[in-house]
């Protein structure tokens, strides 16, 4: 059973379209994480959040951590073609602090 | 400043064979976790060494071993290889649980 779980698993959209990515757990976090991932790379960290309710923003990329740190959200405003990648939450687990990741969504942003 | 060096970048072996997978962390991270990443999947947690001891393991086999040497580099192992090996292995080397990932080892398994 994933302990993090993400929706939607693939989603393809023209650019310019705004999206969000959806991270949810039955458990609560003392943090998550949002990675992007290219082809033939390994997971880039875009955002850690860690207080219940908070918002970051990236740019064009808004990330929230839910009240009760159980889930998380990602939206891409005026999508463009590179941001196509697979977006990978993650979050601490066990007494090593491993991270533990969700399935993943594969972006696809197309010109 | 290096990030985190993995080799070989792609490897091919048989069924049954053995490997070794090696990564040198980032400059000043003392922490080295291995991943397996299935094709369009989240990557998978293996096991975590620190101070040259295994600290955490995921659920893989016996089959899956590693090893951290002084410098804090690590290794890799994996027995009796089946094709359900085939996978991206990521090392991530860490300080104080700030993460930073290698491009992976694509492994692939006939």
């Known amino acids: 059973t994933q302990l993090l779980e993400q929706s939607p698993q693939f989603l393809s959209i023209q650019e310019g379209e705004n999206l969000t990515v959806y991270c949810n757990s039955s458990s609560v976090f003392s943090s998550l994480q949002w990675y992007r991932q290219e082809p033939g790379e390994g997971p880039v960290l875009l955002v850690t959040v860690v207080t219940g309710g908070e918002v970051k923003k990236l740019k064009r990329l808004t990330f929230q951590f839910g009240d009760a740190r159980k889930d998380s959200s990602l939206h891409i405003t005026a999508a463009q073609p590179g941001d196509t990648g697979l977006y990978l939450c993650?979050?601490?687990?066990?007494?090593?602090?491993?991270?533990?990741f969700g399935s993943g969504t594969q972006l696809t942003v197309l010109p | 400043d290096a990030g985190v060096t993995q080799s070989p970048t792609h490897l091919i072996k048989t069924r049954g064979q053995q490997v070794t997978l090696r990564c040198s962390p980032k400059s000043g991270h003392d922490t080295v976790s291995w991943y397996q990443q299935a094709l369009g999947q989240g990557p998978q947690f293996i096991f975590q060494?620190?101070?040259?001891?295994?600290?955490q393991r995921g659920n893989f086999p016996d089959r899956f071993s590693g090893h951290q040497f002084p410098n804090y580099s690590s290794e890799l192992n994996v027995n009796a290889l089946l094709l359900g090996d085939s996978a991206l292995y990521l090392c991530?080397?860490?300080?104080?649980?700030?993460?930073?990932f290698g491009s992976g080892t694509r492994l692939t398994v006939v």
């Open positions: 060494y620190y101070e040259e001891e295994e600290r």
């Open positions: 993650a979050g601490p687990v066990g007494s090593a602090r491993q991270l533990t």
């Open positions: 991530a080397s860490s300080l104080d649980f700030g993460y930073t």
